[in-house]
Structures are given as structure tokens and as C-alpha cells.
């Protein structure tokens, strides 16, 4: 789940690109990507399944890198620029990640019955998540706010 989380902005920025038309930078993200992919997921699958999933992470974590780095050279936008614009993001992401981490240290990564780390998780990610767009005000708020009051005038 983490290395998929890791992978949603590598996502972003490969339609970003493919709607620019920056096919080159495209191959070169993808070839790029693939080849650490590879090597990291090889090396991890012949250490075991832990190493495996430790090794995917790692290989997601640099294929976001790798495809942020393209996409703002291609835009002219430093790093620095987008992290500006990604920090809120980051923090309901950080904030939604609470509870289902909770989660996995109160109850475990085995447990016995999964009804209630389920529950937990997804609940403590619900709030973290809305908590996380209220604390940082991010630009989800206002779509929140305008879905509430939707929400609101049917039930009146």
C-alpha cells in the first residue's frame, strides 16, 4: 500500500506529460524507472518477502522522484517551486497515514482477527485525512465545505 501511495504522483505526472506532448521525456522516465525497478526488486526478492516489499517502496519512492524531476524540467519549474505547492498535500497525506499506523503498532502486523485493525485504520485514516485538509487548508477544503453544505440543504 505504501509503495502504491508512493506511485500516485509518478501517475500524475506521466498524464501531465502525455497531455503536453512530451513523449522523449516520457520514454526516458519510463526507461529510467523501469531499470531501478528492476534492479531494487530483484535484489529485494532475493533477500525474502520483507526485503521484497521494503525494496518496492524504495523503487516507488524513486520512480515519484524520477517523474517529478521530468515533469518540472519540462513545465521550468524547480523542485523547490512544486514542493511549495505539494506541501499541503504532503500533510494531509502524512495526517491520513496516522491512523492506519496506529493501527498496525496497536494491533499488529499479524492479527488474529482483522475485523477491528480494518475498522480502526480506515476510520482513524477518514479523520486524519479531513483533519489534515482543515489543519493545512488545502484547496479540498472549499470543495468540502461546498459538498457539506449540499448535503445539508437535501436533508433540510
Known sequence: AVAV?????????????LSSGAVTTIARATILS????VVLVAAGAS????????????SAAITTVIWLRATS???NLPLRGMWSHLRKS????????IGPAFALWLYG??????????????????AGF???VIISKHPLLEEMVQMWSKIRRQAV
Do not use: E, K
Not at 504532503?90 to 497515514?97: E, G, H, I, Q, S
Open 109 to 126: 502486523p499479524y492479527p488474529d482477527v482483522v475485523v477491528m485493525p480494518l475498522v480502526f485504520g480506515v476510520a482513524g485514516g477518514l
Open 90 to 97: 504532503a500533510t494531509v497525506a502524512l495526517m491520513a497515514a
Open 47 to 58: 533477500q525474502g518477502l520483507m526485503a521484497l516489499g521494503l525494496a518496492m517502496i524504495v
Open 130 to 132: 479531513v483533519l489534515g
Open 5 to 17: 501511495a508512493f506511485n500516485v504522483p509518478a501517475s500524475l505526472c506521466a498524464t501531465a506529460l
Open 73 to 75: 524540467r519540462h513545465i
Open 34 to 37: 523501469a531499470l531501478q525497478s
